[in-house]
């Protein structure tokens, strides 16, 4: 099976792996931690700041897909601290439109360089 990978400018990779992977008509997109692409160092400060720039990120791989935030089905959030999860909430609502996709938001220990979130989607190429 060959992949259709996508990689794009406004996103860093922190290890060998493609931004998004395309299979049939779904589009699988890599988790992306807080990094700040245009100097390789993660956004430091709050959640809400890493929860925004995890988006920006991500928005710039969709956008290198051809699709838009409509295209979203699934999303899931990875917090170090779950007493975050109301902070990114309020962040993660101004980035959809109802109805939202589905998400599953879980606890971790660690992420990689000391990230307080990372977030990865799936989306669907339009019918």
Not at 31 to 42: A, R
Not at 54 to 68: E, I, P, S
Not at 103 to 112: K, M, N, Y
């Amino acid at each position: 099976m060959t992949r259709k990978a996508f990689n794009a400018s406004g996103a860093v990779a922190v290890g060998p792996y493609s931004h998004a992977v395309e299979s049939g008509d779904s589009i699988y997109f890599s988790g992306q931690t807080p990094i700040d692409p245009s100097t390789g160092k993660l956004t430091a400060g709050s959640i809400e700041a890493q929860t925004e720039q995890c988006f920006r990120n991500l928005f710039n791989v969709l956008a290198a897909t051809g699709l838009t935030p409509d295209n979203i089905v699934k999303v899931n959030v990875f917090l170090t601290n779950m007493e975050n999860f109301a902070a990114m909430n309020e962040i993660y609502t101004k980035q959809f439109s109802a109805p939202y996709p589905a998400r599953t938001t879980i606890g971790v220990a660690a992420l990689p360089l000391g990230a307080q979130i990372e977030i990865e989607m799936i989306a669907r190429k339009s019918d």
